[in-house]
């Protein structure tokens, strides 16, 4: 079964802080999304990644083939990064499958 | 900026009666997708459309159509909306099945 898990939840932190999502799927995705959506609003993709690591600004995502796992890095987090961050995987369908979500919340 | 853009941000109908939600591009990609995404929840794809070849989701209610008229513009027509289908709904666009998508800033329907 097509699956993505992502771990945690729910986070916080202190405005600052280094910050780490993780996902992590079933064989045979042909590539990975994360994206951010903030309190009602829409979706905005941060990264689109089959390999490799991406680098936008604060924020960085690896992937790990081998391993099944990615990870969303936030660096010098601040309050407006408060957002449900989304880890969504296509595999060999016009698909994608979405992980359930992880809220951040960064405090001042 | 190219972008993909959808009105109204919030639309309020009442009980059965037929709503229309509205999607346009600017990125003229090949692909217009719909999600419903209810509250907590991931979002649902309920159809899309590569060119004009549409497809729907087996578990999409007969309920949603949609129509796209041009490359640029994709409607999703709830013909008799109920209090279940409240919701964000999410139009997104990719350049081909299987590659990034964008997503728009979703319409947030309230059935009365």
């Known amino acids: 079964k097509n699956e993505v898990e992502q771990s945690p939840q729910n986070l916080t932190a202190q405005e600052g802080e280094f910050i780490t999502i993780n996902c992590s799927y079933s064989?045979?995705?042909?590539?990975l999304h994360w994206l951010q959506q903030h309190p009602g609003g829409g979706i905005v993709s941060l990264f689109m990644?089959?390999?490799g690591k991406k680098k936008h600004g604060r924020l960085i995502a690896t992937i790990n083939i081998q391993e099944k796992h990615s990870s969303l890095h936030i660096t010098a987090s601040h309050p407006r990064d408060s957002a449900v961050y989304i880890c969504?995987?296509?595999?060999?369908?016009?698909?994608?499958?979405f992980g359930t979500g992880t809220r951040l919340q960064v405090f001042p | 900026d190219a972008m993909v853009i959808q009105n109204p941000r919030y639309q309020v109908t009442q009980f059965g009666k037929p709503v229309t939600l509205s999607c346009s591009q600017t990125?003229?990609?090949?692909?217009m997708y719909w999600y419903q995404q209810k509250s907590s929840q991931a979002p649902k794809l309920l159809f899309h459309?590569?060119?004009?070849?549409?497809?729907n989701e087996a578990d999409t209610p007969d309920n949603f159509q949609s129509r796209r008229p041009n490359t640029s513009f994709c409607f999703l027509d709830i013909r008799s909306p109920g209090l279940g289908d409240a919701a964000m709904y999410l139009c997104?666009?990719?350049?081909?099945?299987?590659?990034?998508?964008?997503f728009g800033p979703g319409t947030r329907l309230t059935v009365t």
């Open positions: 997104a666009t990719s350049t081909y099945r299987g590659y990034e998508q964008y």
């Open positions: 064989v045979g995705i042909s590539a």
């Open positions: 990644l089959s390999s």
């Open positions: 969504a995987a296509h595999y060999n369908t016009d698909k994608l499958i």
């Open positions: 990125l003229n990609h090949n692909v």
């Open positions: 459309y590569y060119d004009k070849d549409f497809n």
